[in-house]
């Protein structure tokens, strides 16, 4: 059975102006992100700036988001790393905190061999009990995961149940499907190509998106999952400029801009991450003025 089908928020980590994780931002934020339909959380990963965490506020985040959301919909936690025993003990910690699934990126910098990667993935998932979801998203890791490897760890390697493709080629995709002959659940990394990759066989995406569109996000997919294929594709291609703007500057610098302009105040980004351009942010208030979720 599939940890969640439709949309899956990638949420922000809030913090505060004094760049602390803001908890209680967190847990407002995860309320309305529920009461929108949304139909699984994803905590630390690249959306919730994960690669700045210390460990303490990784966990910590993980734990929040799972005593809020108390069983209502999955916790799928990130806890990839480019050290393999990093990723084996946040992986452990994880599931111990109580998380209902792990997102595990492929080890960056380190662009380990595909048998590296088949070694990494079978060691985080010896250490634990609950499903894992491959991230596959090269253009950030230096690092792809194949369609014959994604074939052999999800054959072979208990708990290793899908995978999130964001390597934006539908070729991939179609080769990913053929490899693991339909025994994979594949969920879009890339907002701009759910409609295509459900298509294919995926069931669900892990958006950006749904950090500002949420019930939005959960209607599409859900409207081609159940046979409305032309309104969700019309949905897709209204939301492409949004999308674009959301991705004018590397994630999640746009999106975080786009939470304070819709009155979050989700905080500014820790370092090396910067503040989005003036330039960049009339764009994107132009963008979510025209999709409606900014008033004109």
């Known amino acids: 059975m599939a940890l969640f089908k439709g949309a899956g928020v990638a949420l922000v980590t809030p913090m505060k102006d004094n760049h602390e994780v803001d908890y209680d931002k967190l847990a407002e934020i995860l309320e309305d992100q529920i009461k929108n339909e949304t139909d699984s959380i994803i905590?630390?990963?690249?959306?919730?700036?994960?690669?700045?965490?210390?460990?303490?506020?990784?966990?910590?985040?993980?734990?929040?988001?799972?005593?809020?959301?108390d069983k209502r919909i999955p916790v799928i936690a990130g806890t990839g790393s480019n050290c393999t025993q990093t990723a084996v003990e946040l992986s452990y910690q994880a599931q111990l905190a109580g998380a209902d699934g792990l997102l595990v990126v492929t080890p960056y910098y380190n662009k380990a061999t595909q048998k590296g990667l088949i070694s990494h993935y079978t060691q985080v998932a010896r250490y634990v009990d609950i499903p894992i979801i491959l991230y596959n998203i090269p253009g950030r890791t230096g690092c792809k995961i194949e369609a014959e490897t994604a074939a052999i760890?999800?054959?072979?390697?208990?708990?290793?149940?899908?995978?999130?493709?964001?390597?934006?080629?539908?070729?991939?995709?179609?080769?990913?499907?053929?490899?693991?002959?339909?025994?994979?659940?594949?969920?879009?990394?890339?907002?701009?190509?759910?409609?295509?990759?459900?298509?294919?066989?995926?069931?669900?995406?892990?958006?950006?998106?749904?950090?500002?569109?949420?019930?939005?996000?959960?209607?599409?997919?859900?409207?081609?999952?159940?046979?409305?294929?032309?309104?969700?594709?019309?949905?897709?291609?209204?939301?492409?400029?949004?999308?674009?703007?959301?991705?004018?500057?590397?994630?999640?610098?746009?999106?975080?801009?786009?939470?304070?302009?819709?009155?979050?105040?989700?905080?500014?980004?820790?370092a090396p991450l910067s503040e989005m351009e003036p330039e960049h942010v009339k764009k994107l208030a132009k963008a979510m003025e025209d999709f409606g979720i900014l008033p004109s």
């Open 43 to 69: 905590v630390t990963g690249t959306t919730g700036e994960a690669s700045t965490l210390t460990v303490e506020e990784h966990l910590e985040v993980i734990s929040t988001a799972v005593s809020i959301v």
């Open 153 to 270: 760890l999800s054959k072979e390697v208990e708990h290793i149940v899908g995978m999130k493709d964001a390597v934006g080629d539908i070729s991939y995709t179609l080769k990913l499907m053929e490899q693991t002959q339909g025994d994979f659940d594949v969920y879009s990394g890339e907002d701009g190509q759910v409609i295509p990759l459900l298509a294919c066989g995926g069931i669900g995406v892990i958006s950006v998106l749904s950090n500002v569109a949420p019930k939005f996000t959960h209607d599409m997919v859900m409207n081609y999952l159940n046979g409305n294929h032309k309104e969700a594709l019309e949905m897709q291609l209204k939301a492409l400029p949004l999308v674009d703007a959301l991705f004018s500057e590397v994630n999640p610098i746009p999106v975080k801009a786009a939470m304070n302009l819709m009155g979050w105040k989700v905080g500014p980004l820790r």
